[in-house]
């Protein structure tokens, strides 16, 4: 469960910069009037990506998606003006819907039932603490560096949260007894955190 709130966390916090560095990209080129179109653009492509997603028989691991959504992010930045951003969004906003899907839907599949609705909650504030921490995380490398810095950071953020997902959902379960009064072997087989 960690590893799936550590991977909610970098996802918003990723998406919350692309917003960002979308504005700050958009202003430096002096047409901030077209940010609609290219934010219309992305949530076309999440649509499409979710929808594309939701048909495949077989799911991604969430710590894939976010890995690849965070490779597709960081060249984004090379782009610099309208035009050229709407393209360069659709790579990202296609892995946007599904790696949000795949989140909430790890959450459901590792919470008991009779604890749903903390797990709920947790996965809810997991979110929130990534929009809260993307944007000035996003902001600080857009000060320091240039609009492009501003994706690069973003993508880092949702690259390092799928690595220390990944490694998290890697470890072994705990150790229990058995009746012999030995511990019993550990889950030697990976946690799929899908």
């Known amino acids: 469960m960690i590893a799936v709130l550590v991977l909610a966390f970098g996802t918003t916090t990723l998406l919350s910069g692309i917003d960002l560095a979308i504005v700050a990209t958009l202003e430096a080129a002096h047409q901030v009037s077209w940010a609609a179109v290219v934010v219309i653009v992305l949530g076309v492509a999440s649509v499409t990506g979710g929808l594309t997603y939701g048909a495949l028989s077989r799911p991604l691991p969430t710590w894939l998606l976010l890995a690849l959504l965070g490779l597709l992010t960081i060249p984004t930045g090379l782009a610099h003006d309208w035009r050229w951003l709407c393209v360069a969004v659709v790579g990202a906003g296609l892995l946007t819907a599904p790696t949000l899907s795949t989140v909430a839907d790890a959450v459901s599949g590792l919470a008991p039932a009779g604890v749903r609705g903390e ?53 072994p379960a705990a150790v229990s007894h058995s009746g012999s009064g030995r511990p019993a072997a550990p889950d030697r087989a990976p946690h799929r955190v899908a």
């Not at 603490?129 to 492009?148: H, K, M, R, Y």
């Not at 973003?154 to 690595?163: D, K, R």
Request: no cysteine.
């Open 119 to 171: 797990a709920a909650g947790l996965h809810s504030s997991a979110l929130s603490a990534g929009f809260a921490i993307g944007s000035p995380l996003v902001g600080v490398a857009i000060d320091l560096s240039v609009p492009a810095g501003g994706f690069a950071a973003a993508g880092l953020a949702g690259l390092t949260a799928a690595l220390t997902g990944y490694l998290l959902s890697r470890r």
